[in-house]
Each structure stands twice: as C-alpha cells, then as structure tokens.
C-alpha cells in the first residue's frame, strides 16, 4: 500500500529563510506525488505535482520539489520563506493503478518575521 | 476557474441521525472522491468513484457509509448513523484524468452531538 511520511509536524523559519519541508513515500508502482497547501478553515489548494518527466517540478508561490526515486523523496523547498507561507502542508501519494490518494499527516510551517 | 462547491459548510447533527454531505464537482471532470480530516489530523481517504461506481474505498469506509451520483452534477456522502467519531471536516474532489491533481472543495465541518 502506499504511504508518505513528513517528517517534523512542525517547522519554523524565519522570514526571508530557506523552506525545507521533507516528505518521502513508499509505494509499489511508480507513483504519482503532490504537495497541497491548506490555510485555515480552507480546503486544500495544490501546490505542485511530479507524475512523469523532469523530477524537478515547480509549483505556485515560489515553492518546488524534486522526485529523488533513490531515496523515495518528494521534499519541498522555497529559496525565501514570506509570512503569508504560514500554513499546513500536506504531501500526497497515488498512482496510475489505484485512485486511493494517501497524504502524509501534514507539516505546519511557521514564519517568524 | 470552475471549483468543487460542497454544502452546507457547516452541518450539525444529532447522534444516530442520518446526514447528507453534497458536492458539485467541476463538470467535466470523471473521477470523484471523498475524504475527512479530524480536527488536528491528516487528511484520511475515503472513497473514490468512477463510472458509477466506487473504484477504492479506504478501511473507514465501512456499512454506515455510500455514496451516490443522482445525476449529472452532484456526487453525494451518506452516513446512515452517525457516531460522535465521525465529526470532522469532509472533502469532496474530483479531477478529469488520474495523473492530473483533484481539485478540492472548502469543505464540510460534521459537528456530532
């Protein structure tokens, strides 16, 4: 089965820092990786996707991610933290086989200013 | 942008009681889910739907849980009896192929009394 595991439920950066968020997945078949974006009291808004192609993906707000298939990682970077970065982020996992999308328990990111 | 709209928002319901979660998925999309996120919790998949019917559904989606599409725009989430576990907010998405990302609603808060 797949899963995804975050790995701190809690980062704080300061404004202006480098955004680190570690995500890494196990599944069976090659997978399909998402990170999405949840403000409070809001749904989740989709960050930036990698299915197939370059492993270097760039999503919204300056955030990107880089599929490493070595070591099953889907970690997310930002160059400059912002204050409105402050939220819950959640990577995600499904497949080509199985419409079973299984996220990890979310990370939430602070920003000090 | 078209969204995924789900109502109400909001939805308090007494214990035993049956209750309805609705969704609109954007409307030319083929695959529906459901998911649920217990306050201070990761997001849980839940089901997925295509076709007419269920593709996956996760452990927690046991006998007290269906779903239905009565027509050609809402994609609905019965639970016949509700337990005081199952208060949390509920995601609807949906998305037009498997390697594109869902599309989620805002949600719906399930309070059980």
Known sequence: AQSVTQLGSHVSVSEGALVLLRCNYSSSVPPYLFWY???PNQGLQLLLKYTTGAT???GINGFEAEFKKSETSFHLTKPSAHMSDAAEYFCAVSDQVK???RFGAGTRLTVKP | EPEVTQTPSHQVTQMGQEVILRCVPISNHLY????RQILGQKVEFLVSFYNNEISEKSEIFDDQFSVERPDGSNFTLKIRSTKLEDSAMYFCASHREVDQPQHFG???RLSIL
């Open chain 1, 99 to 101: 419409n079973d999308m």
């Open chain 1, 56 to 58: 270097l993906v760039k």
């Open chain 2, 32 to 35: 529906f889910y459901w998911y």
């Open chain 1, 37 to 39: 974006v949840q403000y």
């Open chain 2, 106 to 108: 805002d949600g719906t």
